[in-house]
């Protein structure tokens, strides 16, 4: 395909004295890009090693990272999260960039979490192949009272799976992280959304350059899945 939008915004990073975008850049879109491109970026000291430096980074295992696109995943996630303290709550759908495209994606991918295992759940595959296991199930998970529900501006993602999952009409115990910042440090959230809040807190941002990308396109890439 015609790459020359993605070379444009590298060649552009460079120029500007900017190497770790053109990395961010060459990274999301590697089908654009060759040997000799991440070559330039090695002699001025940047890799994927030096970029990752930047961000707050998953220390987990990747076995512990699952993706669930049947039944028999939502069973072990059940397993793995009811009665936990927290679940931190995650939604994903595919970037609205015209008018045509709707005022509201569906929900494409689904995030639950603790500091032990992180789901992620192919929401789209699920509704189609086992709807009502995957109402029940996250009816179970996110209605646990046991649990807090965290998350950032999390009331929307939220109301996105109770779209998909009419059971999931209540949902007690949540707790909006942007909400808590205002809350406790009476000011704005920092810019930058949750990526922001976590450098402002833990002194990196999060790598949010996954966020725009199609989250409805199988299989998921290693980057969305990280």
Same mark, same amino acid.
């Given at each position: *395909?015609? =790459?020359?939008?993605?070379?444009?915004?590298?060649?552009?990073? %460079?120029?500007?004295?900017? &190497?770790?975008?053109? !990395?961010?850049? #060459?990274?999301?879109f590697?089908?654009?890009?060759g040997?000799?491109?991440?070559?330039? %970026?090695?002699? %001025?000291?940047?890799?994927?090693?030096?970029?990752?430096?930047?961000?707050?980074?998953?220390?987990?295992p990747p076995?512990?990272?699952?993706?669930?696109?049947?039944?028999?995943? #939502? /069973?072990?996630?059940?397993?793995?999260? %009811?009665?936990?303290?927290?679940? +931190?709550?995650?939604?994903?759908? /595919?970037?609205?960039?015209?008018?045509?495209?709707?005022?509201?994606?569906?929900?494409?991918?689904?995030?639950?979490?603790?500091?032990?295992?992180?789901?992620?759940?192919?929401?789209?595959?699920?509704?189609r192949?086992?709807s009502?296991?995957?109402?029940?199930?996250? +009816?179970?998970?996110?209605?646990?009272p046991?649990?807090?529900k965290l @998350?950032?501006?999390?009331?929307?993602?939220? /109301?996105?799976?109770?779209?998909? =999952? &009419?059971?999931?009409?209540?949902?007690? /115990?949540?707790?909006? #992280?942007?909400? !808590?910042?205002?809350?406790?440090?009476?000011? &704005?959230?920092?810019?930058? *959304? #949750?990526?922001?809040? =976590?450098?402002? =807190?833990?002194?990196?941002?999060?790598?949010? @350059?996954?966020?725009?990308?199609?989250?409805?396109?199988?299989?998921?890439?290693?980057?969305?899945?990280?």
């Amino acid at each position: *395909g015609d =790459c020359r939008l993605e070379q444009f915004l590298f060649s552009l990073a %460079l120029e500007a004295g900017a &190497p770790t975008e053109a !990395m961010r850049v #060459l990274k999301r879109f590697p089908h654009a890009f060759g040997a000799d491109d991440a070559a330039r %970026l090695e002699q %001025l000291g940047v890799s994927e090693a030096t970029l990752a430096e930047h961000f707050l980074q998953l220390r987990l295992p990747p076995e512990r990272v699952t993706v669930v696109s049947e039944e028999g995943g #939502l /069973r072990e996630m059940e397993a793995a999260l %009811l009665g936990r303290e927290a679940v +931190a709550v995650d939604a994903e759908w /595919r970037p609205r960039f015209r008018k045509a495209d709707g005022a509201s994606q569906p929900l494409a991918v689904l995030q639950l979490a603790v500091p032990d295992r992180v789901f992620l759940l192919d929401v789209a595959a699920l509704a189609r192949s086992c709807s009502a296991a995957l109402d029940a199930a996250l +009816a179970r998970v996110l209605g646990d009272p046991a649990s807090v529900k965290l @998350g950032y501006a999390v009331r929307e993602d939220l /109301r996105r799976v109770g779209r998909v =999952c &009419p059971r999931v009409r209540s949902v007690p /115990r949540v707790v909006d #992280l942007a909400q !808590m910042w205002n809350a406790l440090a009476a000011a &704005p959230p920092p810019k930058g *959304g #949750l990526s922001g809040l =976590c450098q402002r =807190c833990l002194g990196k941002p999060l790598d949010k @350059g996954m966020q725009m990308s199609d989250w409805e396109r199988r299989p998921l890439t290693e980057a969305q899945v990280a």
